[in-house]
């Protein structure tokens, strides 16, 4: 079984702050998917990185795929009260018709006030 | 990206009965999973929808409790069965192509 751990669990930081969630495991995972959920939503998709060492980057929002494809982070800069939400790293095993997502625990953030 | 729409979005139900939850796809996708998750927690895999053929459950979900269709590519439904206050969660549909899966706004469940 394939484990996805993710840091923080939970996260509070005032407006402005710079942040970077990890997810680690011992697997290689052929891509990796970052996801942000607001209550009463389903997860929604923010980026997929697929070849170690990837950088991609969305706004804000800087996402890596390690090297050995085993860790990813995420890291937001001066973060704002829309970043607020829960943020899923995600791995996945293979494609075609194997394709399977391991999720992380998740990462809850929050801005204080 | 696909658009994934779930009805209902929120049930209260009582104890013993059952609930199908019905998961709608804009476009066609190669796989449709179906997940459960407690508020601010991960997601739990509960089975793979399979088009035409009994869908694929993980560890501790069996097809009884949480019978599965996908008559289509585009359509699943998932039933939690003789539900108990246990079963009260969030249930999820996503639909996958390529590398990307993509999920649904999902359904809560509140059993009395």
Request: glycine share 10%.
């Amino acid at each position: 079984t394939q484990l996805l751990e993710q840091s923080p669990q939970f996260l509070s930081i005032q407006e402005g702050e710079n942040l970077t969630v990890y997810c680690n495991s011992s697997s290689v995972f052929s891509s990796l998917q970052w996801y942000r959920q607001e209550p009463g939503e389903g997860p929604v998709l923010l980026v997929t990185v697929v070849t170690g060492g990837e950088v991609k980057k969305l706004k804000r929002l800087t996402f890596q795929f390690g090297d050995a494809r085993k860790d990813s982070s995420l890291h937001i800069t001066a973060a704002q009260p829309g970043d607020t939400g829960l943020y899923l790293c995600a791995g996945a095993n293979s494609g075609g018709s194997n394709y399977k997502l391991t999720f992380g625990k998740g990462t809850l953030l929050t801005m204080n006030p | 990206s696909a658009v994934i729409s779930q009805k209902p979005s929120r049930d209260i139900c009582q104890r013993g009965t059952s609930l199908t939850i019905q998961c709608q796809v804009d476009s066609q996708v190669t796989m449709m999973f179906w997940y459960r998750q407690q508020p601010g927690q991960s997601l739990t895999l509960i089975a793979t929808a399979n088009q035409g053929s009994e869908a694929t459950y993980e560890s501790g979900f069996v097809i009884d409790k949480f019978p599965i269709s996908r008559p289509n590519l585009t359509f699943s439904t998932l039933t939690v069965s003789n539900m108990s206050p246990e079963d009260s969660s969030i249930y999820l549909c996503s639909g996958a192509g390529g590398n990307e899966q993509f999920f649904g706004p999902g359904t809560r469940l509140t059993v009395l």
